[in-house]
């Protein structure tokens, strides 16, 4: 089973900036499309960004210009650099990953993932 495991999350004051990261226990993250989501208002999550096997990212638009997501295929790891952060974004930020296949749908937030972390936690205070 992909179990992706979230690390980074904590407590900023509004205006600063976190680095969430994401491994994939036992598999290596070059054959998947990976993402960022976070806990939605109503339920569900919200899609923030995903970034494909060739390093191609689709954005938000609620965080274009504030959030960066990367990956290092050689340390197995994708990131969320995220900046200027607001109490608005206190949630709770879930990895996802779904394998590319030949074939597939691209990856873009819109097609979602497969395979959940457990989430962690920012919260940002006023």
């Known amino acids: 089973q992909v179990l992706p495991v979230e690390s980074g999350g904590g407590s900023v004051q509004a205006g600063g900036s976190l680095r969430l990261s994401c491994s994939l226990s036992?598999?290596?993250?070059?054959?998947?499309?990976m993402g960022w989501f976070r806990q939605g208002s109503i339920g569900g999550r919200d899609g923030l960004a995903t970034?494909?096997?060739?390093?191609?990212?689709d954005y938000a638009d609620l965080v274009k210009g504030r959030f960066t997501v990367s990956r290092d295929n050689a340390r197995n790891i994708l990131y969320l650099q995220m900046n200027n952060l607001q109490p608005e974004d206190t949630r709770l930020y879930y990895c996802?990953?779904?394998?590319?296949?030949?074939?597939?749908?691209?990856?873009?937030?819109?097609?979602?993932?497969?395979?959940w972390g457990e989430g962690t936690q920012v919260t940002i205070s006023s």
């Open positions: 970034i494909g096997t060739d390093g191609n990212a």
């Open positions: 996802g990953a779904r394998k590319m296949t030949s074939g597939g749908r691209p990856c873009l937030i819109r097609y979602g993932m497969h395979f």
């Open positions: 036992g598999y290596s993250i070059n054959e998947y499309c």
